[in-house]
C-alpha cells in the first residue's frame, strides 16, 4: 500500500495541473529549430555557404544606352563555373532625368527589387547597377535594363562558353577513316561527349565498346572523334557536347559519305557526250561518202532540176509571143 502514495498523490485534487506544468516544461521549443528538418540551416553550415561564394571571382560587365538608341544594346558574358556577378547600364540624356525610371527584367521577366540594386542619378546620367551571385544553369539568360516609358534597354547575355566546329560538312569516302573535331576558344571544360543523330535523337557514342570510334584530344579544350571504315549509313549529324558547371554547350558537324562511283558521274556524263557526238559525225561522213559513190542518183537529180528550169523559161517566153499578136491584130 505504502508503494502506490506517491502515485495516488500525483493524481490526487489539484495536482493534475502541475502535470500538466511538467510535460509542458520538458517539451522542446519550436522556435529553437528541430535538428531533423531538412529546412533548418545551422549558423556554422550558413557561414559555411557565405565563405564558399566570397571566395567566387567577380564578373563585372558595363553597358552604355543614350536616349538616341533605337534598338537594344548587347553584351555576352561568359561563365563557366560559379561567379559574383555586376551588371551596370548608364544611361545619358539631354534631358532632366528626375522622372527617369529603370528597371530589371530575365528573360522579359521583372526582377524583384532588393538590395542588389542600386541606381544613382548625377547630372544627365543614370547609372543602374545589379550585383548577384550565378551558382547554377537556372541563373542563366538574358538580364535587361529598360528605361523609361521607351523601354530604352541594354542586354546583357549569360551564357556558358560554346564549342565551335566545322561550318561546312566534311566529305568522305567509303571504307575510308575520317576525324571530326571540336573547339572551345579560351575555356577548360569538365567533361566532352559525343552524340550522333538519328530521326528520333541523339545517340551517346560509346568509344570503349565500339572499336569504330576512338575519342581523343591533345588539350582539355578540344576534343576528337575518329571514325575508321566508313558505310553510307555513317554520314550525317554528329553533336560534341561540352560540359561545365554551370551549364552544356554543343556543335553540331554533318558528315558526308560518298561512294566511289559519285565522283564518276560527272565524267560519265562527258563521256556519253561524247560518244554521241562521235555518233552524229560518223552518221554525217558515211551520208556523205554514199552520196558520192552513186552517180546515177546525181544525175535523176540534175534532170529534175533541168526539167523545172525548162518549164519555167517556156512559159516566159510564151507571154510575149502573145503579146505580139495583139498588136499586129490592131
Given at each position: ?84 556577378v555586376e551588371l551596370k547600364c ?68 549569360i551564357h556558358v562558353p560554346k ?21 572551345c576558344q579560351d575555356c577548360l ?142
Amino acid at each position: 500500500m505504502r508503494s502506490h502514495t506517491g502515485l495516488r498523490a500525483l493524481v490526487a485534487p489539484g495536482y493534475p495541473l502541475l502535470l500538466l506544468c511538467l510535460l509542458a516544461a520538458t517539451r522542446p521549443d519550436p522556435a529553437e529549430g528541430d535538428p531533423t528538418d531538412p529546412t533548418f540551416t545551422s549558423l556554422p553550415v550558413r557561414e559555411e555557404m557565405m565563405a564558399k561564394y566570397s571566395n567566387l571571382s567577380l564578373k563585372s560587365c558595363n553597358i552604355s544606352v543614350t536616349e538616341k538608341s533605337n534598338v537594344s544594346v548587347e553584351e555576352n558574358v561568359i561563365l563557366e563555373k560559379p561567379s559574383h556577378v555586376e551588371l551596370k547600364c548608364v544611361y545619358t540624356a539631354t534631358k532632366d532625368l528626375n522622372l527617369m525610371n529603370v528597371t530589371w527584367k530575365k528573360d522579359d521577366e521583372p526582377l524583384e527589387t532588393t538590395g542588389d540594386f542600386n541606381t544613382t542619378k548625377m547630372g544627365n546620367t543614370l547609372t543602374s547597377q545589379y550585383r548577384f551571385i550565378v551558382f547554377n544553369s537556372k541563373q542563366l539568360g538574358k538580364y535587361s535594363c529598360v528605361f523609361g516609358e521607351k523601354e530604352l534597354r541594354g542586354t546583357f547575355n549569360i551564357h556558358v562558353p560554346k564549342a565551335h566546329g566545322k561550318k561546312k560538312s566534311l566529305i568522305a569516302y567509303v571504307g575510308d577513316s575520317t576525324v571530326l573535331k571540336c573547339v572551345c576558344q579560351d575555356c577548360l571544360p569538365l567533361n566532352w561527349t559525343w552524340y550522333m543523330g538519328n530521326e528520333t535523337a541523339q545517340v551517346p557514342i560509346d568509344a570503349h565498346s565500339n572499336e569504330k570510334y576512338i575519342i581523343n584530344g591533345s588539350h582539355a579544350n578540344e576534343t576528337r572523334l575518329k571514325i575508321k571504315h566508313l558505310l553510307e549509313e555513317d554520314g550525317g549529324s554528329y553533336w560534341c557536347r561540352a560540359t561545365f558547371q554551370l551549364g552544356e554547350s554543343e556543335e553540331q558537324n554533318e558528315l558526308v559519305v560518298l561512294s566511289f562511283l559519285v565522283p564518276l558521274k560527272p565524267f560519265l556524263a562527258i563521256l556519253a557526250e561524247v560518244i554521241l557526238l562521235v555518233a552524229i559525225i560518223l552518221l554525217c561522213e558515211v551520208y556523205t561518202h554514199k552520196k558520192k559513190n552513186d552517180p546515177d542518183a546525181g544525175k535523176e537529180f540534175e534532170q529534175i532540176e533541168q526539167l523545172k528550169s525548162d518549164d519555167s523559161n517556156g512559159i516566159e517566153n510564151n507571154v510575149p509571143r502573145y503579146r505580139k499578136t495583139d498588136s499586129a491584130d490592131q
